[in-house]
């Protein structure tokens, strides 16, 4: 339509995430004033805005699965950040990784690359988002 379209009316918002068929976007806001929780909405602005993860701490979206069933975020605490995966179907976080951010998804959600300093320097891993085992990119 040519036209833009205000999302966000409350508190600050930022790190927005398109869905993959652009029709939602997540983002992080503040408008708690205690933390920056993960948020939902349809980018035509209509609709019900839905609160998708509460917690005291500061989280960033970063990335959707395709078919918008994993949602790849970084929450960074007072001491500590980790990356986890949080399941859009039932609200689950699994796949925590300490010391890790900028997590990005695998075409098919299968896959999870993300940042890391824990040998010393930052370096790119690579894990499935359903297991354990870690590779590091060299």
Do not use: C
Request: glycine share 8%; aromatic share 10%.
């Amino acid at each position: 339509r040519d036209a833009l379209v205000r999302l966000t009316f409350e508190g600050w918002s930022g790190w927005p995430v398109w869905s993959r068929d652009g029709r939602e976007m997540i983002y992080a806001s503040n408008r708690s004033g205690t933390s920056w929780d993960l948020y939902r909405k349809s980018t035509d602005g209509t609709g019900v805005e839905a609160s998708i993860l509460v917690k005291p701490l500061l989280q960033i979206p970063h990335a959707l699965s395709d078919k918008g069933g994993l949602l790849a975020l970084t929450e960074i605490g007072p001491s500590s950040f980790h990356t986890a995966m949080l399941s859009m179907l039932d609200g689950t976080l699994n796949v925590r990784v300490n010391n890790a951010w900028t997590p990005r998804l695998s075409p098919d959600g299968h896959w999870m690359a993300y940042t890391s300093n824990d040998e010393g320097r930052y370096e790119v891993y690579v894990r499935p988002t359903a297991s354990a085992p870690t590779w590091k990119i060299t």
